[in-house]
């Protein structure tokens, strides 16, 4: 029987990991939403009452759609926590999560303070044609849509985005 060595071990990891890679890549590419058809400029309701501009002309513009129930959600919304700032308007959109209310306790309960539209019955998810959660649109500040992403994203994944259109 062989005895593996380390650099054989590692050599193995490393073409797993660019075979993922790859695979997500791909993944992600078919699973992007068409997104010919979206709103441009149009105001919408956070669960806390407050109307704001889904898009922002001063800055980089982040739309984020996700639900309480989704748990590949669960595991990212730390990343969305963090990409709150000055330098993105952020904007979240809790697709079929229940009430205003049920929305509010689960982002107390979790500690996340991120802005929260409540598509309860999935419309405005309908208008940006997204079928698969998370789906996160970048768009610079004309509303032109810089990147789409399908899935979960990481902290430095998405802040690089949107250094890339800033």
């Not at 797993?16 to 149009?42: E, G, Y």
């Not at 044609?129 to 994944?157: C, H, M, Q």
Request: charge should be neutral; charged fraction near 25%.
């Amino acid at each position: 029987m062989k005895r593996w060595k380390i650099k054989e071990i590692l050599k193995e990891v490393g073409i797993t990991l660019i075979m993922v890679l790859v695979v997500s890549l791909l993944m992600n590419h078919f699973r992007q939403p068409d997104t010919t058809h979206q709103p441009k400029s149009m105001k919408v309701t956070l669960t806390t009452g407050d109307e704001v501009e889904l898009f922002d002309t001063r800055r980089p513009t982040v739309i984020h759609f996700w639900g309480t129930w989704c748990p590949t959600c669960r595991f990212e919304a730390p990343n969305i926590e963090r990409l709150q700032s000055d330098e993105v308007h952020l904007v979240t959109v809790a697709v079929k999560s229940g009430s205003d209310q049920a929305i509010r306790a689960y982002m107390q309960k979790e500690g996340y303070s991120f802005p929260v539209v409540n598509d309860q019955t999935g419309a405005l998810a309908s208008r940006f044609d997204v079928s698969v959660f998370p789906t996160t649109f970048i768009y610079d500040r004309e509303w032109n849509l810089k990147f789409a992403e399908v899935g979960y994203s990481t902290t430095l994944g998405l802040k690089a985005r949107v250094e890339l259109i800033d």
